[in-house]
């Protein structure tokens, strides 16, 4: 019998087969690149977005994040991120739970399921956003994010007395976010910067929150001070518009500029009379005083002065006080100029938006420690210098 | 083998490899696409991180003029239509001032950015010196900031940076909070 030679047809039809199933394989290798060209796409949109969220989630008062799902957007259909705030237990290790502390976790998902984890690292009691003083009797008022009243602290300035039970708050103010806040001796009334509205707003001496007030153009409300004497104006620093209002009898008056203009005007003080009003001005680095009736001093600077946020002034208006984030300048309030003294700032004292500094009637200055959530007086020398940094009170959390 | 199984296997042998070459064209154009895209976009997200950073330093801006930046329009710089997006920054290695501008150029499909005389005086022409200036990322759609109201944000300043790119979706996007505008 003649052999034959070559492939049966059944032989070649499983030859076939296997160089399908070959084929098919690399075909498949060429879909899962692409795929994780895809997946790697999402995870940097995803990266970007998250790095967005978390820096909007920074400057939100951590007691005011919102745990949940949350989405990115209308041109980022099927990215969402959920948000979770949590306590880290003992963070540091010292055997005691950090209680001032919460972990912000942002989970992010991609249209196609994929999942990134980002965590940040939050205080609970930051920060402070201003003070004044409130006489006779050398008590203080303040606001602080998260809480939705002013505080009032009224354990006198005996240095070292910490005890946190001597801070009571106002009534709720309608709204919930008080920003700087100024005192009327004569009627007993607080008058709050009201974040919520671009506005500000009264709280009379029964406790009775007023409806808020604005300038007639938009504004972005910052510092707020008036005199201790008759409490008739209202000094206000406007971040919008770069300018200072005073508010008097119901009336908003803008102030005309300074020849050289303001750049941030964050913090205002006001001496016992109402005859200087004092601005910091965060990005020329200087104190300005406006006379009223008169006119602006020339920018009083140092060199060694950096975007001063705190600021306050002697009732008799002779010295003015500026912080930075390092030190308290001080200058003597006549024609503009330098300063002639300066003080470092304890270590554990640090200033920050917008101006949580006051002088009480004894001439002692209150500053806000604006990260540590505690309230400090500090000494002024003879030689003025700012030697003596004492705490009068903490929140108890922190140091 | 028959003249008909020859027929037969030489069809199905026909059949099978035209499948596979049309699959491996797909595939191969398909690679490609995927490969050009993914690297479009990986330059977007390049740039934008580019852009983020330096805006995350930014001291001041000088174009546009903040006041009508500040109003949340979104500015879309671009050659011979608006001014490049220009601002002053830190820069913590050279402990100094730096001005950088960005702009788009439809022509180009660019996003350049450029460095300025330190000294550069938006009202004053000739201190608006370029001294280097360089192709950040091609292929570009369109480039735009919009400023985000502090009032959303507790009072903190943030810039949005959108970059949209041919054949490029979604736009890669992000929110920096900056020193200052």
């Known amino acids: ?399 | 083998m028959t003249l008909l199984e020859l027929a037969m296997a030489s069809g199905v042998l026909a059949l099978f490899l035209g499948m596979v070459a049309h699959a491996v064209v797909l595939a191969y154009r398909s690679q490609a696409e995927s490969s050009r895209e993914s690297a479009e976009y990986r330059r977007a997200v390049n740039s934008m991180e580019w852009i983020g950073r330096e805006l995350r330093m930014c001291e001041y801006l000088y174009s546009p003029v903040p006041a009508s930046f500040m109003t949340g329009t979104v500015y879309r710089p671009e050659v011979g239509v608006a001014a490049p997006f220009i601002f002053r920054r830190y820069n913590a290695a050279t402990d100094k001032l730096v001005v950088v501008g960005y702009t788009y150029d439809p022509a180009q499909e660019t996003v350049i950015r450029a460095v300025y005389d330190p000294g550069y005086d938006p009202a004053n022409a000739g201190t608006q010196t370029v001294l280097a200036s360089r192709v950040l990322t091609e292929n570009a759609k369109q480039l735009e900031f919009t400023w985000i109201d502090p009032t959303t944000t507790y009072g903190s300043q943030l810039v949005r940076a959108r970059l949209e790119m041919n054949d490029v979706q979604p736009a890669p996007e992000m929110e920096v909070k900056v020193k200052k505008l």
């Open chain 1, 1 to 399: 019998m003649k052999k034959r030679r070559g492939l049966t047809f059944l032989e070649l039809l499983l030859a076939m087969m296997i160089a399908f199933l070959a084929v098919s394989f690399l075909m498949g290798l060429f879909v899962s690149g692409a795929r994780a060209g895809v997946r790697s796409r999402e995870i940097s949109t995803a990266n970007l977005l998250a790095q967005g969220a978390m820096e909007r989630l920074l400057v939100v008062p951590v007691e005011q994040i919102q745990a949940g799902v949350h989405q990115f957007g209308v041109n980022y259909p099927g990215f969402t991120y959920t948000l979770d705030v949590t306590d880290p237990g003992d963070f540091d290790g010292d055997g005691n739970d950090d209680e001032d502390l919460k972990v912000v976790t942002m989970t992010v998902t991609t249209p196609i399921d994929n999942f990134l984890t980002f965590t940040a690292l939050r205080r609970k009691t930051e920060p402070y956003m201003g003070a004044c003083a409130k006489g006779p009797d050398d008590h203080m008022v303040f606001s602080a994010s998260g809480e939705n009243s002013p505080l009032e602290w009224s354990c006198g300035t005996t240095f070292g007395d910490c005890d946190s039970g001597c801070v009571t708050p106002l009534p709720p103010m309608p709204g919930g976010q008080p920003g700087d806040v100024a005192f009327v001796p004569t009627t007993g009334d607080v008058w709050v910067v009201d974040q919520g509205s671009a506005g500000i707003r009264r709280c009379d001496s029964s406790g009775v929150w007023w409806p808020a007030v604005k300038p007639p153009i938009a504004s972005e409300p910052c510092g707020l001070a008036t005199d201790t004497k008759t409490g008739d104006v209202l000094w206000m620093t406007d971040l919008a518009n770069k300018c200072l209002w005073s508010y008097a009898g119901g009336v908003w008056t803008q102030m005309p500029a300074p020849a050289v203009p303001l750049t941030r005007p964050q913090g205002v003080a006001v001496n016992e009379d109402g005859t200087q009003v004092w601005v910091s001005d965060k990005d020329s680095n200087s104190l300005r005083c406006y006379r009223p009736g008169i006119g602006w001093d020339a920018p009083y600077t140092d060199p060694g002065l950096r975007e001063p946020e705190g600021v306050a002034v002697t009732p008799d208006g002779q010295w003015a006080f500026a912080a930075d984030a390092t030190k308290v300048f001080v200058f003597p309030a006549s024609g503009g100029g330098g300063a002639v003294g300066s003080g470092t700032i304890d270590g554990k004292a640090q200033t920050d938006y917008p101006a949580g500094m006051c002088v009480s009637a004894d001439g002692t200055i209150l500053y806000l420690n604006t990260r540590r959530g505690s309230v400090w007086g500090v000494d002024i020398s003879s030689d003025l210098e700012c030697v003596d940094w004492e705490c009068l009170w903490w929140t108890g959390e922190g140091y």
